[in-house]
C-alpha cells in the first residue's frame, strides 16, 4: 500500500493546526515539528504564518536553526506562508537585526509590506499553478517580493493600495513561498500543490 509524503509543520508559534488539517485533506501524513528528530523524519516542511522574528528566535531557543538550514541546503521541500515566505528569502527588509532566514529562494522580500492588521484584505486570484478556477487569497500583515532571481518562477501577483503590482506567491525548485494564508480558507490546492511538490522529490531520491 502507498502512503502519502510525511510532511511537517513548524510547530512553533503561528497557523499550525490549520496546515496541519489541509495537509491531511491533501493526503499526506502531517505532523508538528518542535524537536530535531521530528525534522529528521519528515519528507517536507512547512513554515506557517504568524510572526516571523519570533519564529526566528524560537528557532535558536529549540536548536532547530542549524538542523533546518542544512535540510533546506540539502533540497528538502518547504513551503512558506506570510512569515514563513520572510523565512525562505535571501534578503529581508523592515526587520529586526538579528532576526536570520534560510535563502531558499533567490529574494527580497518586505516585511508587513501590505500594512498594519487593520490592512488586512481578501481578493480572488487565479494563480496557474494551483488551478484554473479563482483562488480566495487572505492577506494578513502580509509581506510582498521586492525582487526575485533569475531562477525564480513567479506564480502570482496582486495590485496594492499603491496602485503597483506586487509578487505575492514564489516557487524556485524545491520552494514554494506565498504572501496569503491558503491554510485558513477551506481551498487545499495550495497544499496539494505542494504535497505532490514533496512526492517527486522522494520518488527521485527513491531512484537516485
Given at each position: ?12 508559534q ?8 489541509h ?8 505532523v508538528?515539528v ?15 504564518g ?15 536553526d ?12 518547504v513551503?512558506?506562508?506570510c ?7 535571501s534578503d529581508?527588509?523592515?526587520?529586526r ?7 531558499a ?9 501590505f500594512?498594519?492588521?487593520?490592512d488586512?484584505?481578501?481578493t480572488?486570484?487565479?494563480v ?6 479563482p ?7 502580509a509581506?510582498w ?5 533569475g ?6 501577483t ?6 503597483d ?14 504572501s ?12 496539494r500543490?505542494f ?8 520518488a527521485?531520491?527513491?531512484t537516485?
Amino acid at each position: 500500500m502507498t502512503t502519502g509524503p510525511r510532511i511537517g509543520v513548524l510547530a512553533l508559534q503561528g497557523d499550525v493546526a490549520e496546515h496541519l488539517r489541509h495537509l491531511e485533506v491533501a493526503g499526506a501524513e502531517a505532523v508538528p515539528v518542535r524537536r530535531r528528530a521530528e525534522l529528521d523524519a519528515v519528507d517536507g516542511l512547512v513554515l506557517p504564518g504568524g510572526e516571523s522574528t519570533a519564529m526566528s528566535r524560537l528557532l535558536g531557543v529549540y536548536e532547530l536553526d542549524g538542523p533546518l538550514a542544512a535540510r533546506i541546503a540539502d533540497g528538502m521541500p518547504v513551503y512558506g506562508s506570510c512569515a514563513g515566505m520572510i523565512l525562505l528569502a535571501s534578503d529581508v527588509l523592515d526587520t529586526r537585526a538579528d532576526a536570520r532566514w534560510f535563502s531558499a529562494i533567490d529574494m527580497t522580500v518586505r516585511r508587513n509590506a501590505f500594512g498594519r492588521q487593520v490592512d488586512s484584505f481578501e481578493t480572488d486570484l487565479v494563480v496557474e499553478a494551483f488551478g484554473p478556477d479563482p483562488l480566495r487569497t487572505v492577506f494578513i500583515r502580509a509581506p510582498w517580493v521586492e525582487s526575485v532571481g533569475g531562477d525564480v518562477e513567479v506564480l502570482a501577483t496582486v495590485t496594492a493600495s499603491d496602485g503597483d503590482d506586487h509578487v505575492v506567491a514564489v516557487r524556485q525548485g524545491n520552494a514554494l513561498a506565498t504572501s496569503f494564508h491558503p491554510e485558513i480558507t477551506d481551498d487545499v490546492r495550495v497544499h496539494r500543490y505542494f504535497v505532490d511538490m514533496v512526492c517527486r522529490s522522494r520518488a527521485l531520491l527513491a531512484t537516485s
